[in-house]
């Protein structure tokens, strides 16, 4: 596994950092900002401060300007902070100057969330394919992190040892992504021959945003133990299971979480667990509707399934966690009949939005759980019915 310079540590002090531009605006910027604030807590860090900045566009040398870095280092000086995570991707050039200016280990949101996925990577698929991120996601960054080398060398347009270490560093890199994709690859080839062998049962994945319950619903609809916490990216590893409903089979799976600005190459590192959407019949999305921002993460997710190739597959969608949306959404004194009536216009909206193709559930209260098994064994059985219709008749 890659020594990976920017490990967190446990409790580690942090800072923020979130630029405000005309692709972003400031409301968004403080909602990615508590994500990223949930992202460091998962690493094992905490959070002491955050810093925003208006820009029409990132500095190309310190993203946030000379003055802005100047407020974070009088604020940092005493404080024992040890890292600074900016929201969006920093060229090593950026990480460079930032790291010398403040005398602080930086990193941006990418680096944290292949950190996250290092520490939860348990099979050998998971930690290749992290690996291979790693690689990917250092290899255009490695001429910025070795500026003081370059220099050592004698200046601009020569061809020192900082020049000669650079070279030596890229081809390493590059040999490592060539054998860690070629490991891949062989894994691909064996996941796709499992695949295969499971027979001719209709396919249902779990997708969504991380932390949604998936994991929960999945341990649920399956009667076994899977692996749950209320922690981003608790899943990495795809797991399925055969699931019977009235006598009628089919695979679970529960795959990886989405997550806005999810770093291109992890996507790409993780082609083999996202084959595993690719090649369901159904989708159960999954969205955390007490989330105050749940439907940008739907709609991340639904982009997802779209640069996947996998957004035209059938689609339920399930808003869980109605016990919280309740009670973030009513106040105590308000009537039960108008209580009803929010509740019911919020279902008229989504079934309108999903072609009829929605339920409210809270795993965690085991509500509506029964639909929810009753929605998915008719949508199984009507694929069954088409696909195997010399099968379906012994089946129920």
């Given at each position: 596994m890659l020594d990976n310079r920017n490990k967190i540590e446990k409790e580690e002090r942090a800072v923020l950092v979130g630029l405000i531009h005309k692709?972003?605006?400031?409301?968004?910027?403080?909602?990615?900002?508590?994500?990223?604030?949930?992202?460091?807590?998962?690493?094992?860090?905490?959070?002491?401060?955050?810093?925003?900045?208006?820009?029409?566009?990132?500095d190309s040398r310190t993203f946030v300007g000379k003055g802005k870095l100047e407020e974070i280092k009088n604020y940092i000086?005493?404080?024992?902070?040890?890292?600074?995570?900016?929201?969006?991707?920093?060229?090593?050039?950026?990480?460079?100057?930032?790291?010398?200016?403040?005398?602080?280990?930086?990193i941006d949101r990418s680096d944290l969330i292949l950190d996250i996925f290092a520490r939860r990577a348990k099979t050998a698929q998971a930690k290749a394919q992290v690996e291979l991120a790693q690689y990917q996601y250092i290899l255009p960054r490695l001429r910025g992190m070795w500026k003081h080398l370059e220099r050592l060398g004698g200046g601009i347009g020569t061809r020192g040892p900082g020049e000669t270490e650079i070279e030596t560093d890229r081809r390493i890199v590059r040999d490592k992504i060539s054998l860690l994709r070629k490991r891949l690859s062989e894994i691909d080839k064996q996941a796709q021959t499992q695949r295969k062998d499971r027979g001719e049962f209709i396919r249902v994945a779990l997708v969504g945003y991380t932390n949604v319950g998936k994991s929960t619903i999945m341990t649920l609809l399956s009667k076994s133990d899977v692996f749950a916490e209320n922690k981003l990216f608790a899943t990495l590893d795809t797991t399925t299971r055969k699931v019977v409903f009235e006598n009628t089979p089919f695979l679970l799976s529960d795959t990886v979480g989405f997550i806005r600005k999810l770093p291109h190459h992890l996507v790409e590192s993780f082609k083999s667990t996202l084959d595993e959407v690719r090649e369901a019949d159904i989708l159960l999305h999954v969205v955390d509707i007490s989330h105050p921002a749940y439907e940008d993460q739907l709609g991340v997710v639904n982009k997802t399934l779209q640069e996947i190739g996998a957004f035209e597959k059938p689609i339920l969608t399930i808003f869980n966690k109605m016990d919280l949306y309740e009670q973030h959404t009513f106040d105590p004194w308000l009537e039960e009949s108008a209580k009803q009536e929010i509740l019911e216009d919020l279902r008229d909206r989504w079934q309108n939005e999903t072609n009829g193709n929605a339920i409210f559930i809270s795993a965690l209260e085991r509500r509506n759980l029964d639909g929810l098994r009753a929605t998915i064994l008719e949508k199984v059985r009507e694929l069954y019915k088409v696909r195997y219709p010399y099968k379906s008749e012994f089946l129920w």
């Open positions: 692709d972003q605006t400031e409301p968004q910027v403080h909602e990615y900002l508590d994500e990223l604030a949930f992202l460091a807590e998962t690493a094992g860090a905490v959070t002491v401060k955050r810093f925003t900045q208006k820009l029409a566009h990132p000086q005493g404080k024992d902070v040890r890292v600074i995570i900016f929201d969006d991707e920093l060229s090593g050039a950026q990480i460079n100057n930032i790291e010398k200016a403040l005398n602080v280990k930086t």
